[in-house]
């Protein structure tokens, strides 16, 4: 779900998938045809919105836009998204997971900043919980035994110089639950190939996947991160990344399988086209 090229898990499916092309659509309206960008990474730790899903995962994506008018940009994308080894820890066994993104946006460039519309359906193949020997790991939950999912957001993105504001909120029309998220970032030019780039984030929750005696409305997770984007070529761009999710109210008790603050890192390969 879903992490710059995939700003949340380089996720970066998430700030998420949305942010991603809203950044390749920005750039597009000036092009006559349609451009877009192909990755491919690894996670050590698949997080999302604050929940942990599944560790050692390898994923691949692509992200297309489309000037429809000035300044309006059309933005499809796809992502997937495994595991190849999750085990879960006290005996509890070896975790299937997977999981299908498709995206649709529509971004306006206006002169304050650039703003979103974004629908994402997500098809969990294993469940929201995934799987353990055939089995849902969700324990009969409604919101973690879900196989599909569908939500509508609207994203800002707002530039101060090297410095971007991102806003988005996102209703989940499957289990009618509210995310919401606040995030910064500030990139810093080593070179001509290569940036730092540090990253904060913060989500807040309102009846969005929440059992286990988490707080049904609350915050949900800071995420801190640093990416490194290295332009190894005019089209191919490297980035390595390390971040830490600290859990939250909504999330206290669900992120079970794994430490509530755990530092985690990845790779991603993009090509633009």
């Known amino acids: 779900m879903k992490t710059?090229?995939?700003?949340?898990?380089?996720?970066?499916?998430?700030?998420?998938?949305?942010?991603?092309s809203m950044a390749s659509a920005q750039t597009a309206t000036t092009e006559p045809w349609i451009t877009g960008s192909a990755s491919a990474g690894f996670d050590s730790s698949y997080y999302f919105?604050?929940?942990?899903?599944?560790?050692?995962?390898?994923?691949?994506?692509?992200?297309?836009?489309?000037?429809?008018?000035?300044?309006?940009?059309?933005?499809?994308?796809?992502?997937?998204?495994?595991?190849?080894?999750?085990?879960?820890?006290?005996?509890?066994?070896?975790?299937?997971?997977?999981?299908?993104d498709l995206v649709a946006s529509l971004s306006y460039e206006h002169d304050f900043a650039t703003f979103g519309l974004v629908v994402t359906n997500y098809h969990f193949f294993e469940t929201f919980s995934g799987e353990?020997?055939?089995?849902?790991?969700?324990?009969g939950i409604y919101d973690a035994e879900v196989k599909n999912a569908l939500d509508v957001g609207l994203t800002m993105v707002k530039g101060f110089g090297d410095f971007n504001l991102y806003l988005g909120s996102w209703f989940d029309t499957k289990i009618d639950g509210w995310y919401f998220e606040a995030g910064v970032d500030y990139t810093y030019e080593v070179n001509d190939k290569l940036s730092l780039v540090p990253v904060v984030q913060m989500g807040y929750a309102i009846d969005y996947y929440t059992n286990n005696g988490s707080d049904e409305e609350g915050l949900t997770h800071i995420r801190t991160a640093l990416t490194a984007p290295y332009k190894a070529t005019d089209s191919v761009t490297v980035t390595p990344y390390i971040a830490c999710n600290f859990g939250l109210e909504t999330r206290k008790n669900l992120n079970v399988n794994e430490t509530r603050d755990d530092v985690y890192g990845g790779v991603s390969v993009t090509y633009a086209f």
Not at 10 to 18: E, K, M, P
Not at 59 to 81: E, I, R
């Open 132 to 139: 353990i020997d055939g089995a849902s790991n969700g324990g």
């Open 4 to 20: 710059l090229s995939r700003l949340s898990n380089v996720s970066i499916l998430t700030c998420t998938a949305a942010l991603s």
């Open 49 to 100: 919105r604050g929940l942990w899903f599944s560790n050692n995962n390898f994923w691949g994506g692509v992200n297309l836009s489309a000037p429809l008018a000035d300044k309006l940009t059309l933005g499809l994308g796809a992502l997937y998204t495994e595991t190849v080894d999750t085990n879960i820890s006290g005996g509890g066994g070896d975790l299937d997971y997977s999981e299908m």
